[in-house]
């Protein structure tokens, strides 16, 4: 039997649903995983990103520490966080310092884009500052501002399977386990589910960006650039 | 904390892993431009194809690192090619993206004087439109080199790796010096990476030196 129809039997296999082990379970984990890292850095991340964007000062930190960021590679950021306890606690401190970057660097590039005309007029019809930063800012950069978070959330669902490798839980397991055991149906089951997740989490994005951004300012991207959304973002 | 003496006596090791990781690192950037610069050109020919072309590399760019190289697993084994196969697949999106940006950014008056000068339609991209497009290109692989940089130490796990066999040997050996001679290496290398390619950008355009200047 080759290695589809193995690993399709794997996951069709009633064993492989019950249980800590099942698929239900490490699914669970590893959305709830996702879920409050990617909240973290948002309540970190936002504020941060739209202060920095509003007031123009610390821009050039903020993008420093970002490139530099990138330079380290997520493997070793994880294991770096394990004395902080292994599995979930320093899987998640890792993920959450990961997925900051991105969401206040297109949170504060969101905010310088806006057209300054735009800005002027808003002051000019008697909006004070945090009127002009939530009335109009953040609605006209709220397409890259949205790409940020969508960017960090595909990262952290990705970055999420190598908690495995700290004893964490999530469908990293799958993998991780399955290399160790050499067995091959269990690694590519765990590597489709991880991959379908990652990309159901990008898809679903898309879907947010659809509802949230004003249609006038959708028409205005397509024309444009597009697609620095993946600008920021790096496999993990 | 740190280990002075294990970091003296394992040059060798150390060294060893650190050339795996340029190794690891430039035939997949290398790969990866190769095939970028057929799909960039192919794009910037045929509009239509554009479409496809990220979409198809888009998504090999979303599948987490470790499910692609788990994918292939069975097939290439814990092997050099799994590794590749993986780290290419990820330089394609920025690559190719830059190569159709950049070609794309030659101003209009440029092209019809190339035109108006007798070149061929192959001699206007090769002596204008890439050259000129040489600044977002090179953005592009910068990004993907160190990116790649950040990526070789997940092919530890089959067996790959460079520096990051020594991240994963100092967690397993609980040996905090191996570990962070890996984390080091990889930074200095990915930052050592960057530099470079700028240099060599610097060097392949000559024009915007003087314009800066």
Redesign the interface.
Known sequence: MD?ISQTIAWLTDQAHWQGSDGIPIRLLEHIELSVAAVLLAVLIGLPLGLAVGHTGRGGAIVMTISNLG???????II??C?PLGLGFRATLVALVLLAIPPIVTNAYAGIREVDRDLLEAARGMGLGGRQVLLRVEVPAGLPVILAGIRTSA?QV???A??GA??AGGGL?RY??D??ALRD?PR??A???L??GL??LT?LAFALLERVAVSPGLRLERRAGQG?EA??A???? | MIDVGWIAGHLGTIGGSAWEHVVLTVVAVGVGFAISLVLGLLASRLRWTYGPITAVTGLMYTIPSLALFAILVPYTGFSLLTAEIGLVSYTLLIITRNIVVGVDGVAPEIREAAAAMGLTRRQQLLRVELPLAVPVIMAGVRVATVTTIGLVTVTALIGQGGLGQQILLGYQLQFPTRFFVGVVGSVILAVGADLGLLRLQRWLTPWERAKVG
Not at chain 1, 70 to 76: E, G, M
Request: no cysteine; aromatic share 2%.
């Open positions: 290695v990138r330079a380290i590679p997520s493997l070793a294991i770096a394990v595909v669902v990705a970055t399977t190598l490798i700290v990293g993998i991780v399955g290399f091959s690694i590519v765990g590597a489709v991880v991959a990652a990309i990008e697609l993946s600008e973002r790096q496999p993990a």
